[in-house]
């Protein structure tokens, strides 16, 4: 045994060794016992949950001004800098790319944003896209790779009354956690002039702190985005369902904006109803029109049907309507449950693009208003008339245009932020908006420029 070192010591009773094994056994189990599913679903989601701060731009309000003119040489610091406050929220590591998925509003007007990961790294980040509909946005982060990631689950099969859980992130206290249930799906909720539809409710407490963040069923998927958005009640959160940020990101990844599926479809909610000679039409979306050549069209869709299931999804009314289409992606197939006549039929559509040469119906028929390129006789005759635009000739009554105020004469520019400088220009700016819920029109009246906001529902 040369070469060994033998140690030897006086051995620990047989006793004591089983009751130190016994106790270890009981704190191994007890800790066991602690590891809930809710335990186990924070701990396999919190690596992908990151912090989102931003600087957002405030304007100086000594620039170009008189008193900056005035004693321009007192001013040490260059006044024409912009000054920032950070504003907190969380993130979704989603690509180990460094995809993160997070709210619209937490990186709203950021001149600045970071992106701090559980392992305190710290690095910037850039906007790929947002869809303000949706409160989603996504960002890239500059540099890195093999990221820890979070992949969105399924919230089709959400069941009132199930565990939640939301997940955030803070600079001070890292990870944060809050439980409830989801108190009801497919929620419409207005903040100021938004409408948001579609949404998770739950009376898991959502802040600041987890805005952005998942939130997540009892086996750790994630079922929803968190969103702090402003609620009358107490008690009440909100949540983005996992299968429309799914389609959120996957557009924002390819094009940098939302596409939306089109089925060639307008339709107003109807309730039931019981006619007189005992026919009873169900609750669901009224077809208004069928556009032609649309693949509701070329299915047999018509005036008068009542949609009451969309790909699955039951359909009650307009919200929900639009709640299922915006889930589709254009070559998707979907199939669609109807009344006509009290008689049940199914129809099958493959989702499109919307077509620009329907642009000058769709403004008719959604927002009743008819343009056309301004004649250069009559820009000759007026100075007032902008160079860019196109001219309305005729408001509807009882329209949505003629509710807000337009006019024939008026000068569109803008819809929805996309510059119009001719009829071509709308062509081309409508198809990328048609389905969603309300249009912006910037409108020039002789001098003046004001917007319109038209609620399309």
Known sequence: MSGFLRVSGPRLPAALVAALAG??????????????????????????????????????????????????S??????????????????????????????EHVVLRASRINVTLPDKRKLAAEVVGTDPSSDLAVLELEGGAGFPVLALGRSSDLMAGETVIAVGNTPDLGSTVTTGV????????????????????????????NSGGPLLNIKGEVIGVNTAIQSPAQGVGFAIPADRARKVYEDLIRYGEVRLAWLGLDVRSVDVETMADGIQFPAGAAVRRAYPGSPA???????????????????SNHEDFDAAVSRLKTGDTVAINYSRGG??????????????????????????????????????????????GVIVTRVRARSPAAATGLEEGDVI?????????????????????????????????????????????
């Open 23 to 72: 106790a270890l056994c009981v704190f191994a189990q007890e800790e066991a016992d602690r590891r809930s599913p809710v335990v186990q679903a924070v701990q396999k989601a919190a690596p992908a949950v990151v912090i989102v701060s931003t600087e957002m731009r405030v304007e100086n309000p000594f620039h170009g001004s008189f008193l900056r003119s005035f004693l321009g």
């Open 74 to 103: 007192l001013f040490e610091k260059d006044q024409d800098e912009e000054s920032g406050e950070e504003f907190l929220g969380s993130g979704i590591l989603v690509d180990v790319r460094g995809y993160v998925l997070t709210n």
């Open 182 to 209: 989801v108190s009801a799906v497919k929620r419409s909720v207005k903040v100021g002039d938004r409408r948001y539809n579609d949404f998770i409710q739950t009376d898991a407490s959502i802040n600041s702190s």
């Open 297 to 315: 069209d070329k299915a047999g869709l018509a005036a008068g049907d009542v949609i009451v299931r969309l790909g699955g999804l039951v359909v």
């Open 343 to 388: 008689a049940q039929r199914v129809a099958v559509l493959t989702a499109s693009e919307f077509p620009p040469a329907l642009s000058e119906l769709f403004l008719d028929d959604q927002i009743g208003i008819e343009v056309t390129d301004i004649p250069p006789a009559l820009r000759a005759q007026t100075q007032v008339l902008p160079r860019d």
């Open 413 to 457: 520019r803008q819809v929805n932020n996309i510059p119009v400088r001719d009829m071509a220009g709308l062509r081309e700016a409508i198809p990328r908006l048609a389905g969603r819920p309300s249009l912006l029109l910037k409108v020039a009246r002789g001098r003046f420029s004001y917007y319109a906001a038209l609620d399309l529902d």
